[in-house]
């Protein structure tokens, strides 16, 4: 599972044992919930998923990636595994990563792509 550091509801819920509440304030708001559902947690911890963090710098490298090499405009969620694997923080030879939607803002999109 792959999260914003800024929205962990999955993250923290894990290291708990238990839901808890968390303030999500990411840029990738498809996935800022305030808390982790209990059901959730169960199925995550019985297969033994772990838990990724990204900062929204390594978001937001994803997207501009993801736009120049794939020419996609996915939502900030749908390139949270990207950027995972961008930061190096996916172990494995064969990684795959389901990038989807496109309900994206304009100005945000906008705002990430603008030359700096």
């Known amino acids: 599972a792959v999260e914003p550091e800024r929205s ?12 808890v509440p968390v303030k999500p304030d990411s840029i990738a708001d498809g996935v800022s919930a305030p808390f982790a559902g209990e059901n959730a947690l169960t199925i995550l911890r019985a297969y ?52 989807s939607g496109g309900n994206v803002v304009a100005e945000t999109a906008s705002a990430i792509l603008a030359p700096r």
């Open 48 to 99: 033994e998923v772990e838990s990724v963090l990204v900062s929204e710098a390594e978001i937001e490298t994803a997207f501009r990636f993801l736009y120049a090499r794939a020419k996609l405009a996915c939502e900030l969620a749908a390139a949270l595994g990207v950027a995972a694997i961008l930061a190096g923080k996916v172990d494995g030879s064969r990684v795959a990563c389901v990038v």
């Open 8 to 19: 962990a509801a999955v993250h923290s819920g894990l290291a708990a044992g238990r839901s």
